[in-house]
């Protein structure tokens, strides 16, 4: 079965203080990962993906195809990285993107 | 180009009513999804459409729920006899291309509150 786990519902650090959000997949042949983000009163939106291999705002993620995660890095948060963070798995032969339950990120003064 | 519109925004309804929701995506894409949202969740597929074929439909959805995007522009989502169960965000995204992307772009969401 299809299956993203972001197993951290709240991680909550100070500013500046280096941030690691976990995504561990479990998913039928080679799927596209993606970062979303979602900030507060904003519509969701793409943070990054992992074929582009770019840093968006300070974050990269590196896929581990071995350990099956994808997780979400940035050195220094800031304050306004606060926000809802979700994993999503895409697989070119369903056409489906599948979301992880969302982690949030509340960076603190 | 004001992104992906979906109308209304809000809907409280009573127990049993039936609701449509309106999403238009951005022009000149072909590729169309629902998800719903509850409290503390991540969005959860519902289905999608190449143009006006609807593609794929979550088992997970009921008989009540059904969807359509007859020329392949606008698209509705409609719940007959609604029930509590069905209070949530549902949101609509849109995809320029084919299949071989993730990179949606999602409108702001129609949230139904069923009393």
């Known amino acids: 079965a299809q299956r993203v786990t972001q197993p951290e519902k709240l991680l909550s650090v100070f500013k500046g203080a280096p941030v690691e959000l976990k995504c561990n997949y479990s998913?039928?042949?080679?799927?596209?990962l993606f970062w979303y983000v979602q900030y507060s009163r904003q519509r969701l939106q793409l943070l990054l993906r992992h074929i582009s291999r770019e840093s968006i705002k300070g974050f990269t993620a590196d896929l581990n195809k071995g350990e099956t995660s994808f997780h979400l890095k940035k050195p220094f948060a800031q304050e306004e990285d606060s926000a809802m963070y979700y994993c999503a798995p895409f697989s070119s032969n369903t056409g489906k993107l599948i979301f992880g339950q969302g982690t949030t990120l509340q960076v603190k003064p | 180009d004001t992104g992906v519109s979906q109308n209304p925004r809000h809907k409280i309804t009573k127990r049993g009513q039936n609701v449509t929701f309106r999403c238009d995506p951005i022009s000149e894409h072909n590729r169309l999804y629902w998800y719903r949202q509850t409290l503390g969740q991540g969005p959860e597929f519902l289905t999608y459409f190449q143009n006006e074929a609807q593609l794929e439909k979550s088992r997970l959805l009921s008989d009540r729920f059904s969807a359509e995007r007859p020329k392949g522009s606008f698209s509705t989502l409609e719940i007959q006899r609604t029930e509590q169960g069905d209070s949530a965000m549902y949101l609509c995204a849109s995809v320029r291309g084919g299949l071989d992307t993730g990179e949606l772009f999602f409108g702001e969401g129609s949230r139904l509150t069923v009393l």
């Open positions: 998913y039928s042949g080679s799927p596209e």
